[in-house]
């Protein structure tokens, strides 16, 4: 560790935070495990032990720790909003899974307070950090496949209600919702890879059993410009699916687990040009999750980054809320 290291507590010890943000901050080389907290005391006991950290026997004495930099939130994104704006009102900086929250006005109010307290506020869409990514990116931005006409992309997996663990999934007031949950991440690699286009809404569809359940599966049509249709779906209960299809002009573009995936998993990228002849490059495997806790605190120090990710922050929470309420909504 060094002067410039930052401390960690991370906020909600669930599957997800135990099996991949834990380990990514105990890896780095900027930031330390300072401690970790959750309203289940024995997980805190046992994860405290393993990692050598921290723990406080209540959020306001976590809050009024002076050592602590950075609040990485991972409980359900139903308590985002409350519990990520007193994060930031203890003046520490909030990471926060995805989505930031479940309301785009309650969203500008976190943005709104990081800014006023010159804080980072930074949101746990891991993907976009993979060389996968990077490497995708750098296709589209080329024109290696010519003018973009189509892109199809799906993410959805078998959760299911009956299960004896279902977490916070299909808990509506804990912020069940499988657009929010995996329909965000379709929706924000659109934005990610067209960063100054406009995109339209033009037919989303959403189901939802009755007015107490959480939404199970949708579909959205979107366009890019002028020129390129966008077809996202998402859902619970199918058979998994995470891919993206990209359909130009000159070439098109096919990859597998462009969102979720291991840590030794290397993604290939499926190419095929003008006459349909197929060639093949693999990508180097890496931890996605170290990678963003690296992105993140370089950002501390950047304005640039700070305001880069504070409006991708917006951009997705507003793309969410149309399409949740299925038309568009003004800033």
């Not at 994060?87 to 785009?104: A, N, R, Y």
């Not at 969203?107 to 990077?134: A, D, W």
């Not at 890879?193 to 199970?216: A, K, Q, R």
Request: proline fraction near 3%; charge should be negative; glycine fraction near 6%.
């Amino acid at each position: 560790m060094t002067n410039d290291t930052k401390r960690v507590a991370i906020w909600g010890l669930g599957n997800h935070a135990i099996n991949n943000i834990i380990p990514a901050i105990a890896n780095s080389t900027y930031l330390e495990l300072y401690g970790c907290h959750s309203r289940n005391q024995q997980i805190v006991k046992d994860s405290s032990i393993k990692w050598g950290c921290s723990s406080w026997d209540t959020t306001e004495d976590m809050l009024m720790d002076s050592n602590l930099d950075i609040v990485y939130l991972s409980t359900p994104p139903g308590l985002h909003y409350e519990q990520g704006m007193r994060v930031l009102q203890s003046d520490k900086h909030l990471w926060c899974e995805k989505p930031i929250t479940l309301d785009f006005e309650q969203t500008k109010e976190l943005v709104h307070c990081s800014e006023k307290r010159n804080l980072s506020l930074c949101e746990g869409l891991m993907y976009l950090y993979h060389p996968q990514f990077i490497r995708l990116k750098e296709y589209l931005d080329n024109k290696t496949l010519g003018k973009l006409k189509t892109i199809h992309c799906r993410f959805g997996a078998h959760w299911i209600l009956s299960s004896a663990t279902p977490g916070f999934r299909f808990n509506k007031k804990l912020g069940g919702s499988s657009l929010f949950d995996v329909g965000c991440y379709p929706l924000s690699i659109i934005l990610a890879l067209f960063p100054d286009e406009e995109i339209n809404i033009l037919d989303s569809e959403i189901t939802i059993t009755d007015s107490d359940s959480v939404d199970l599966d949708g579909s959205v049509n979107l366009k890019i410009g002028s020129q390129i249709n966008c077809f996202l779906e998402w859902a619970y209960n199918r058979a998994y699916r995470n891919d993206i299809d990209i359909w130009g002009e000159e070439g098109s573009l096919y990859a597998d687990n462009i969102f979720s995936k291991k840590t030794n998993y290397k993604p290939q990228f499926l190419l095929r040009d003008l006459y349909g002849n197929q060639t093949k490059e693999v990508i180097e495997s890496s931890n996605h999750f170290e990678k963003m806790l690296e992105h993140f605190f370089h950002s501390l120090n950047d304005k640039t980054k700070t305001d880069e990710e504070r409006k991708r922050v917006i951009n997705l929470s507003k793309l969410l809320e149309e399409i949740k309420f299925g038309r568009s909504k003004k800033q």
